[in-house]
């Protein structure tokens, strides 16, 4: 039968104004949401009956419905996993109909390839949101910008004090001080030695040690030190509401967005103390040293190059204050998410834990320290540090990207301003493209799989391995990280046997995942015996 617009019409703002009531009023699940719900489809599909299915040339994808596309097919949680699902029914590159906003979706190496590098230039940009929007003033910064004259001002404004060889060069030393602190403080805890502990405060407080006194030349006492207190509690809290799912539904149908106002403002009055911190008590006090007359030697942390580049007129200090938020973001919790799960998987396969051990033993022997020098002598620990960035990407879906006019990938046309994901966990955990991929096994990088590198660009790229990205809009912060990661997890596993707390079995490497995050659901409690050198 044929439904006329009028009936479309009122099909479409019933759905709306139903669904929503049901939604956004009911704090509990009622048992009349789901058969509601699934009428309420029923009705915007036979309202949107003989529609077209999208444009000409578009990648497949579900059918939409007005209005909402496929947004009540697919809801809010688009994971990874799911999103893996949904490839094996529509293809390797498929097409999502959010509201108003097209997600496309990539899951081949070789489509990856197109996106990253020989079409980054045209999926180079990054697509807007209502909330990144706010906490990056509109692409203030240098992740979530535009591509453009910006960000390659930004990224070049951040790449010298921050990603070169020389800034390794300049601070391995202090990070591995501060490591060295990690496994002093274990060593003379009781509870670590006994029923374990929840040592991702600890590493926590290190990382940001490692990055405040690179970026602004300062250090916490300890976990308990209130300027460490508030800095975690603003990053949290900003982590929190930027990775939920909760506020899709006003980014997808613009005319839900007074919904979301109470959400909005919320982000935006966090936002507004959390930059008044970082300003008042880092940037501004480098600031007054950058200012004050005498000194010809004051460039002593990354924040004075970025400050002496804001008085040269090449960025503004909106941009420096979204220089530190990207740095708070970035550097710091994502390492974190990797130390976390690396550490759980040496845990739960204590003969990994033993090969580390040994390989570290037979190369450096019992006095050589481990420094950032030798890690590369150590291949099995460099094996399981690719083995978990393999399984256990921390940006499943990298870093979304953009196209700023239609573009063309694998065939299809992808209209002008749509999200496209790589989903760089499935190209790593596909089981057509890898051995038994849900198996934690580091060997498989010293075997079948030992020409793969970790790497964002030049000639070694395998694009089933990425996860930092790669090409123009890659992680520049791999420089720090992958040391970093293979330093932390080599001193721990070299001065104690780390075992789950009595009467566990296992840790749980259960995941939780956000709008670009996948960390591990439930913080570990570790226990670690100290190692007696002989």
Avoid at 360 to 370: A, C, H, N, S, T
Wanted: glycine share 6%; proline share 6%.
């Amino acid at each position: 039968m044929a439904v006329s617009a009028r009936s479309a019409a009122f099909a479409t703002a019933a759905s709306l104004a139903v669904y929503w009531l049901l939604t956004s009023f009911l704090h509990a699940p009622h048992p009349a949401l789901l058969p509601a719900a699934a009428a309420l489809v029923a009705v915007a599909i036979a309202a949107g009956a003989g529609r077209k299915r999208g444009g000409a040339g578009a990648p497949p994808g579900p059918a939409a419905v007005p209005v909402f596309g496929n947004w009540l097919q697919v809801g809010n949680d688009l994971n990874h996993r799911f999103l893996a699902r949904l490839s094996a029914r529509y293809g390797p590159v498929f097409r999502l109909r959010l509201g108003v906003r097209n997600l496309v979706v990539v899951s081949d190496p070789q489509l990856a390839t197109e996106v990253l590098h020989t079409q980054g230039v045209e999926f180079g940009s990054r697509p807007r949101n209502v909330v990144f929007d706010i906490f990056t003033a509109n692409g203030a910064d240098m992740v979530f910008t535009e591509y453009g004259d910006h960000w390659r001002r930004m990224r070049r404004v951040m790449t010298l004090p921050f990603f070169t060889a020389r800034v390794v060069q300049q601070y391995r030393s202090m990070w591995e001080a501060e490591m060295d602190d990690v496994v002093s403080d274990l060593r003379g805890d009781s509870a670590a030695r006994g029923a374990g502990v929840v040592v991702r405060r600890r590493l926590q407080l290190m990382l940001y040690n490692i990055m405040y006194r690179m970026m602004f030349d300062a250090r916490f006492e300890s976990v308990d030190d209130p300027m460490f207190v508030e800095a975690t509690k603003f990053n949290s809290e900003r982590s929190r509401l930027a990775q939920s799912f909760d506020y899709n539904y006003g980014d997808f149908i613009p005319i839900l967005r007074p919904f979301l106002r109470g959400y909005l403002n919320k982000c935006r009055d966090l936002q507004t103390r959390r930059l008044a911190f970082f300003n008042a008590n880092y940037v501004e006090k480098r600031r007054k040293v950058m200012d004050t007359p005498g000194d010809k030697n004051k460039l002593r942390c990354a924040i004075d190059h970025i400050l002496a580049a804001e008085k040269s007129g090449e960025i503004t200090p909106e941009n420096v204050i979204y220089i530190v938020e990207n740095i708070n973001v970035a550097a710091i919790e994502t390492t974190l998410w990797s130390i976390e799960w690396a550490l759980a998987e040496v845990v739960n396969h204590p003969e990994v834990q033993r090969k580390v051990r040994g390989e570290i033993r037979d190369v450096l022997g019992d006095d050589e320290p481990i420094t950032e020098s030798n890690i590369s002598k150590l291949p099995y620990l460099q094996a399981v540090i690719k083995e978990t960035l393999r399984l256990h990407s921390p940006i499943p879906l990298l870093v979304p990207h953009m196209n700023l006019e239609e573009a063309s990938l694998g065939g299809y046309t992808i209209p002008k301003g749509s999200k496209v994901v790589v989903n760089a966990w499935w190209l790593a955990n596909n089981p057509e493209l890898w051995e038994k991929p849900e198996e934690f096994r580091p060997e498989r990088f010293l075997g079948e799989e030992s020409n793969v590198d970790t790497t964002v660009g030049g000639g070694k790229v395998d694009f089933r391995f990425l996860p930092f990205g790669v090409g123009r809009r890659s992680c520049p912060g791999i420089i720090l990280a992958l040391p970093i990661l293979a330093l932390i997890v080599g001193k721990l596993v070299r001065s104690f046997e780390m075992v789950p707390p009595p009467g566990v079995d296992k840790l749980d490497v259960s995941e939780k995942g956000g709008q670009f995050s996948l960390h591990i659901a439930n913080h570990s409690v570790v226990a670690f015996h100290p190692i007696v050198s002989p």
